[in-house]
């Protein structure tokens, strides 16, 4: 069984997601790690070298690569791969999603101290509080999307819901 966990970042996708595959014996991927092996570049190199589109079209390649393939896995997709390059109808098709719903003031809280999020990474808290309030109305229609939606993810919550879901 495929697994992609989906939201914004912060959401919790990569911290449950390790938990996750843990559990379930499989291995887990971070789409942002697999996008980094390939190109040899952090995220932020990717985005300030050669623009978001050039990064979301690496994703969607990523993403379709591992949709194919033949082992299951628990991946924590990217925040926009859902929302690119047709990416919620390939990862529905190919597994089960599940979007952590996680409120904006917490996603701030989480993320006060990150310096690696390329859409997040000016301005002030203001502004990064007006940045993920702005992502989160303009991916929210595409995140509902998901097989699954959980609010204030546990892994124990996680587990239930893939049950109930076979």
Known sequence: MKIYLIGLSG??????????????????????WEIEKKENKSVQEIFSQNGEDYFRQ????????????????????????????DGINIINQSGISIFLDVPVDELQSRLANAIDRPLLNSGDESAKKMKLHSLRIARLPIYKKAHITIENATLDKLVDAIHLKR
Do not use: H, N
């Open 11 to 32: 959401s919790g996708k990569t911290t449950l997601g390790k938990q996750l595959a843990e559990k379930l014996d499989v291995p887990f991927v971070d789409m942002d």
């Open 58 to 85: 690496l994703e969607a390649t990523i993403l379709r690569e591992w949709a194919s393939a033949p082992q299951d896995f628990v991946m924590g997709t990217g925040g926009g791969a859902p929302c690119f390059y």
